[in-house]
């Protein structure tokens, strides 16, 4: 993370009443570094290795903060909740063999559309979405031989 990216870190965190702690600095690194969509034990694992006396809960309530302060976002897939670095707009599939996420950008005027739709239908006013995706990544469809 440049130095641009740890201040504008700093800022958002303090608008939410919270420091940008050592252990903070390095959860949002290790999610900035991968596009893997890891679960809190996966990050814990990682975390350790630049910080090697931090606890779990630590990482726990770390996680929950920099999602308090949009910094990460999280995803409800599968059993467990995963973390994303990434926090532009974006979709993702999971595979439902190996529990694989992957990001995916859908055209906005899709979108659009697709909210469009959803609020003429139900007569919402609509004021979000989330769409996902499941299905076989190739490594999982060559192994069922799909």
């Known amino acids: 993370m440049g130095r641009e990216s ?3 870190a700093r800022r958002r965190l303090a608008g939410k009443g919270y420091r940008l702690t050592k ?3 390095a959860i949002l690194k290790v999610l900035r570094g991968t596009d893997a969509h890891p679960d809190a034990e996966w990050v814990y694992r990682e975390v350790r290795k630049v910080l090697p006396h931090v606890s779990l809960g ?3 309530r770390s996680l929950e903060v920099l999602k308090d302060a949009g910094l990460i976002a999280s995803l ?3 059993p467990r909740r995963r973390y994303d670095g990434n926090t532009s707009e974006h ?3 999971l595979c439902t063999g190996c529990g694989r ?3 995916i950008h859908l055209p906005p005027s899709l979108l659009d559309k697709l909210e469009r739709q959803a609020a003429s239908e139900a007569d919402f006013a609509i004021t979000g979405h989330r769409v996902e995706f499941y299905g076989l990544c190739p490594q999982c469809r060559r192994k069922a031989g799909k």
């Open 6 to 8: 740890v201040e504008e």
């Open 23 to 25: 252990q903070r600095l």
């Open 58 to 60: 630590t990482v726990y």
């Open 76 to 78: 409800e897939v599968g």
């Open 91 to 93: 979709q993702h599939i």
């Open 101 to 103: 996420v992957v990001d």
